[in-house]
């Protein structure tokens, strides 16, 4: 404790210490700012839904209540299919900028395509990213361990003083230990405070992400701190170790994951858009040209639905192009998802290469904004889209109107969490990952410390 009081003391007399420390603090404080501005809009977004959507259901509920409803009506009015906002927003946006955060559900998607993106965002901003808490946890806090942590040993060799500490009778381990802790503990607390309030907007459930993100970053904050004592273990002076940290943070934050990125869209390429949307447009002017032939072969493949004396109108040959279309496209959109999920496979499988990647992974996961929580949207809208044309397809190929007996059955859209099983798993996969590399990078940084401590004892 002596030794840790010692450090802290000798911290806080360091104008420059003061000075990076308050920056980290407006750092954080902006970050957070900028979270909870997308949070508020996000929030906005959902509730303006929600009534939307409350106030069409108990209007379809009084009309039933009075009379039947031709479900070629009804089937034209576009449902939504809302996401429901992430449960640590202020976190890390991940995906929240690129992901629509709703969905124009209709029947007739070749009138009113459902996929389309809704929000419009500006495409610049979209390149650059969101300065985002979890962009100055996995980015910028790393460069502030580093600036407060660099020299540990290589200054007090260069000066001599590391013979008057040895000569003391410490351990060079525990000097080492002491120094890096005491030194990496402000910012380390500025980051985990900071991990605390980005949940002070959010349900009183998150408690358990929050407990997970705060293990997260300490683990991170351990690494680099470990870094940290690699380096001086190498390092001759403090210049040279200072270098060396700046070094070991290019490759590891941007080296490796620009790296990583290129090797995985080279393995797995998605398909040309161009192509997808070329396919869409030839499917659908073939489709219309053979409208009539396709509706009597949609028939034969669904005779109970054929309607009383094979009297077609525009809406079921409308859906009878609608199937063909979808038959033409689905393979390349397909594809699309199958190099989806390859990629999202091969930066979890490799992510540890860069503590930084699985970081951000683990980050954007609790945030409720990452690959897994998304992709579970993408697949819940596309089977609300499958109950839509189950619930509306029959009826108007039957010319069956809607009553006040299929209120329960009108297709509604609820977006349901994954288990806490599984992104606690991957959580702690991530937080496990780093731990090793925190103890490997330790391991092999006082072996070295050690040798070159007994070359100056022996000196």
Same mark, same amino acid.
């Given at each position: 404790? =002596? ?10 007399r ?15 404080a ?8 997308? +949070? ?9 839904i929600?009534?939307?959507t409350?106030?069409?259901? =108990? ?13 070629r009506?009804?089937?034209r009015?576009?449902l ?12 890390a ?14 029947? %007739? ?5 459902s ?15 969101r300065?985002?808490?979890?962009f100055?946890?996995?980015?910028? %806090? ?17 000066s001599?003083?590391?013979r ?6 410490v ?30 907007? $959010? ?7 929050l +407990? ?15 870094v940290a ?9 403090? +210049? ?13 934050v ?18 040309s ?14 489709? &219309?040209?053979?409208?009539? &032939? ?9 005779? &109970?639905?054929m ?9 079921q ?6 199937? &063909? ?31 930084a ?10 945030a ?5 929580r998304?992709?579970?949207?993408r ?23 809607i009553?006040?007996?299929?209120l329960? $059955?009108?297709?509604?859209f ?46």
């Amino acid at each position: 404790m =002596k030794l840790f009081a010692r450090e802290l003391r000798l911290l806080l007399r360091d104008r420059a210490a003061w000075a990076l420390v308050l920056l980290f603090a407006g750092v954080l404080a902006y970050a957070l700012w900028n979270g909870a501005d997308l +949070a508020r809009r996000q929030r906005d977004t959902a509730r303006a839904i929600e009534q939307s959507t409350a106030a069409f259901d =108990k209007q379809v509920r009084e009309v039933l209540g009075v009379q039947a409803i031709d479900p070629r009506q009804l089937a034209r009015q576009p449902l939504t299919a809302s996401f429901t906002p992430a449960p640590l927003p202020l976190l890390a946006s991940g995906q929240a900028d690129l992901a629509p955060m709703h969905e124009s559900v209709s029947l %007739f998607r070749l009138e009113q395509p459902s996929d389309a993106r809704v929000e419009i965002e500006n495409p610049s901003r979209l390149l650059a990213g969101r300065f985002d808490l979890a962009f100055v946890l996995v980015w910028l %806090f790393p460069l502030f361990l580093l600036a407060l942590a660099y020299d540990l040993i290589a200054g007090d060799r260069e000066s001599g003083t590391l013979r008057m500490v040895l000569a003391r009778g410490v351990a060079p381990w525990k000097w080492i230990a002491v120094r890096a802790i005491a030194r990496g503990a402000p910012v380390l607390a500025l980051a985990l405070a900071a991990t605390l309030l980005s949940g002070w907007s $959010a349900d009183a459930a998150v408690g358990a992400r929050l +407990a997970f993100a705060c293990a997260v970053v300490l683990a991170y904050g351990l690494f680099w701190l470990a870094v940290a004592a690699l380096v001086n273990g190498f390092a001759k002076s403090a +210049a040279s170790a200072a270098s060396a940290a700046g070094a070991a943070w290019v490759g590891i934050v941007l080296v490796i994951p620009t790296w990583l990125n290129v090797l995985v869209e080279s393995l797995h390429p998605m398909p040309s858009r161009a192509e997808l949307v070329a396919s869409a447009r030839q499917a659908a002017g073939d489709a &219309e040209r053979r409208g009539s &032939e396709l509706l009597s072969s949609f028939y034969k493949d669904h005779p &109970e639905w054929m309607p009383p004396g094979m009297q077609a109108d525009f809406m079921q040959q409308l859906l009878a192009q609608q199937d &063909e279309v979808g038959r033409a496209i689905d393979p390349v959109r397909e594809r699309f998802a199958a190099e989806l999920r390859d990629q999202q496979s091969m930066v979890e499988t490799w992510r540890f290469l860069s503590p930084a990647i699985a970081t951000h992974e683990a980050l954007t996961d609790l945030a409720g904004t990452g690959y897994w929580r998304t992709e579970a949207f993408r697949a819940q809208v596309a089977a609300f889209k499958q109950r839509v044309e189950d619930f509306y397809a029959p009826r108007i190929h039957g010319n069956k109107p809607i009553t006040k007996d299929d209120l329960a $059955a009108l297709p509604r859209f609820t977006f349901a969490e994954e288990p806490d099983a599984a992104w606690q798993g991957r959580v702690l996969a991530s937080i496990a990952g780093k731990l090793g590399l925190v103890m490997l990078v330790l391991l092999i940084a006082l072996r070295r410390i050690s040798a070159r401590v007994l070359a100056v004892s022996s000196a």
